[in-house]
């Protein structure tokens, strides 16, 4: 058997200017998109890193977030996200355009308690995938 894996290899792509990265995903044109936490947005970087555009804000309205976690890309590419400190999940177009809001704060069908991740199957519309959460 052998011991704990120390390394898993060399980065080759750095990407900056997040701060508390939490979610990422990877759309088809290979962008790279990243949930930031403390700033309360979601960055798009290019497949080099460069910075293509940020969208969301700090707050409780429609496109703003209270530390966003996870990130999944749907097949019409659209951007969903976690907005763990809101209790909801927001989906917005691949350019950070608004859309809708999926949510609310509770334990029924469609109420969320600090969602951190999303995924989106294939084959699935988001509106109709079921979420069954397990607690240890």
């Given at each position: 058997m052998?011991g704990p894996?120390?390394?898993?290899?060399?980065p080759i792509?750095?990407?900056?200017?997040?701060n508390l990265?939490?979610?990422?995903a990877v759309?088809?044109?290979?962008?790279?998109?990243?949930?930031?936490h403390?700033?309360?947005?979601?960055?798009v970087?290019s497949p080099c890193?460069?910075r293509?555009?940020?969208?969301?804000?700090y707050g409780w309205?429609?496109?703003?977030f209270?530390?966003?976690?996870g990130?999944?890309i749907?097949?019409?590419?659209?951007v969903?996200?976690?907005n763990?400190?809101?209790?909801?999940?927001?989906k917005?177009?691949a350019?950070?355009?608004f859309?809708?809001?999926?949510?609310t704060?509770?334990?029924?069908?469609?109420q969320?308690?600090?969602p951190?991740s999303i995924?989106?199957m294939?084959?699935?519309t988001?509106?109709?995938v079921?979420i069954?959460?397990?607690?240890?």
């Amino acid at each position: 058997m052998q011991g704990p894996v120390e390394k898993l290899g060399t980065p080759i792509l750095t990407i900056g200017a997040v701060n508390l990265p939490d979610g990422v995903a990877v759309n088809q044109r290979e962008e790279v998109v990243v949930t930031d936490h403390y700033r309360h947005c979601v960055t798009v970087f290019s497949p080099c890193g460069e910075r293509l555009r940020s969208f969301g804000t700090y707050g409780w309205g429609q496109g703003q977030f209270q530390c966003p976690c996870g990130v999944a890309i749907d097949s019409d590419e659209n951007v969903l996200v976690a907005n763990w400190g809101n209790h909801h999940i927001q989906k917005f177009t691949a350019q950070g355009e608004f859309l809708t809001t999926v949510g609310t704060e509770g334990s029924v069908p469609l109420q969320f308690d600090r969602p951190r991740s999303i995924l989106v199957m294939v084959g699935c519309t988001w509106w109709t995938v079921t979420i069954i959460v397990f607690k240890s």
